[in-house]
């Protein structure tokens, strides 16, 4: 998560209309003003001022140039960077081709598992028992009691992993490193956790990531203890909170349109369409950094060499340029070439997952509910001193109504 997390209790059930045109104002979008002006917002992030790239076009010319815009930069790809909370390098994210490529070409085996029919039965499995669980009681509170637990279950499937580690990952919260007051503690616990179960692995090779990492090899060589933290690390932090919200908004959303749920949920091409616009609008990952090797220039000024820029995926996101009435939420948009997981060779590892987990979660709402009722909800905002933007919940309490 970027910048700095704010709350609001949400009292008003602030209208969405019957077209999907969102009057919430919440959902306006902050960069819509730079970016039709100058493509480029200076955004000040604990004390850097990092250009954020606005544009579509841009966004997508700069992800695909890794040269100018580069990805080899250990603790600074995230924004604020996060020398305070890691020791290692994440991979592949922190990496530039061709060493991205091959550490990238190593992991696709293990995050296009959710392709296969039985991965998917799983997954319909976990999603469809947790909604039921949910459905039997008077309330459920979405973000820690359904989203965090279906996030850390289904990682555990991906990685193959048994139940019981799932609830380990369950304590440290919805972000591994800010999810309470002491980042660098959190990230010392992660350390520790990724570096006993290689020992494990080591000691008594199974069918798990770990075992996977132990046996692995780039170049014809073994992975160092480095290499295979950074792994994991990446594979623990990446993606925790940005599902979490995903699957948050999603039902947030349906709950506010049953008639939508009830029509798109039987046809699996439409529930294909809605999640990716769904994931266009909310755009869980507001951006992600690079850093300039040498002198570049960018928005009408120069980045220094060594310096960052922001590739703004949410801005690309509501480019009026390639999107027609970009803030509205079109479900049968198509077609819809949206970056919310990314573009270029650094495109998301975790996309296939992603898409797996909320898609099967709209056919499941639909299959397993006869209503979604929000009864209290508190927003969590990113907030920065140059925009303030809507990326999840706080808490979302729900009632849900079996068929």
């Given at each position: 998560m970027t910048g700095s997390i704010g709350k609001t209790p949400d009292g008003d059930k602030r209208p969405i209309c019957k077209t999907g045109v969102m009057t919430d104002p919440d959902l306006d979008d902050?960069?819509?003003?730079?970016?039709?002006?100058?493509?480029?917002?200076n955004a000040d992030f604990g004390g850097e001022t990092v250009p954020m790239i606005l544009g579509y076009t841009a966004v997508r010319e700069a992800a695909r140039d890794w040269s100018v815009f580069s990805s080899d930069a250990p603790f600074r790809v995230p924004i604020p960077s996060?020398?305070?909370?890691?020791?290692?390098?994440q991979l592949p994210i922190e990496s530039d081709p061709p060493v991205h490529t091959a550490f990238r070409r190593l992991l696709e085996p293990v995050f296009h598992r959710p392709r296969s029919p039985e991965y998917q039965l799983r997954l319909d499995q976990l999603i469809g028992e947790l909604i039921e669980d949910a459905a039997a009681k008077a309330k459920v509170e979405i973000v820690r009691?359904?989203?965090?637990?279906?996030?850390?279950?289904?990682?555990?499937?991906?990685?193959?992993m048994p139940d019981e580690a799932a609830e380990v990952w369950i304590s440290w919260g919805?972000?591994?490193?800010?999810?309470g007051h002491d980042s660098e503690a959190k990230g010392n616990i992660l350390d520790r956790y990724i570096r006993g179960a290689l020992d494990s692995a080591a000691a008594s090779p199974g069918e798990d990531v770990f075992s996977f990492l132990h046996a692995a090899r780039v170049d014809e060589r073994a992975l160092t203890t480095d290499e295979k933290v950074g792994i994991a690390n990446l594979v623990f932090a990446g993606g925790r909170d940005t599902i979490i919200n995903a699957v948050s908004r999603l039902i947030a959303y349906f709950a506010e349109h049953p008639e939508d749920l009830a029509a798109i949920a039987p046809d699996p091409a439409r529930v294909n369409l809605a999640v990716e616009e769904i994931v266009r609008v909310i755009s869980p990952l507001t951006h992600i950094g690079r850093v300039c090797p040498a002198p570049t220039p960018v928005g009408g000024g120069t980045v220094g060499a060594g310096e960052r820029v922001s590739l703004c995926w949410a801005s690309a996101n509501r480019d009026e340029q390639v999107f027609d009435a970009p803030d509205e939420v079109r479900l049968a948009r198509s077609p819809n070439p949206h970056v919310a997981f990314g573009s270029g060779p650094h495109t998301c590892l975790g996309a296939t997952q992603a898409r797996a987990i909320l898609r099967s979660l709209v056919r499941q709402?639909?299959?397993?509910?006869?209503?979604?009722?929000?009864?209290?909800a508190v927003r969590q905002y990113e907030v920065t001193p140059a925009y303030r933007r809507w990326v999840g919940f706080e808490a979302l309490t729900v009632r849900f109504t079996a068929p």
């Open positions: 902050p960069f819509r003003a730079p970016r039709t002006s100058t493509g480029v917002l996060e020398e305070g909370v890691r020791s290692v390098r009691d359904f989203a965090l637990p279906l996030q850390s279950r289904a990682l555990a499937m991906l990685l193959g919805t972000h591994v490193f800010h999810d709402l639909g299959e397993r509910t006869r209503k979604i009722e929000i009864l209290s």
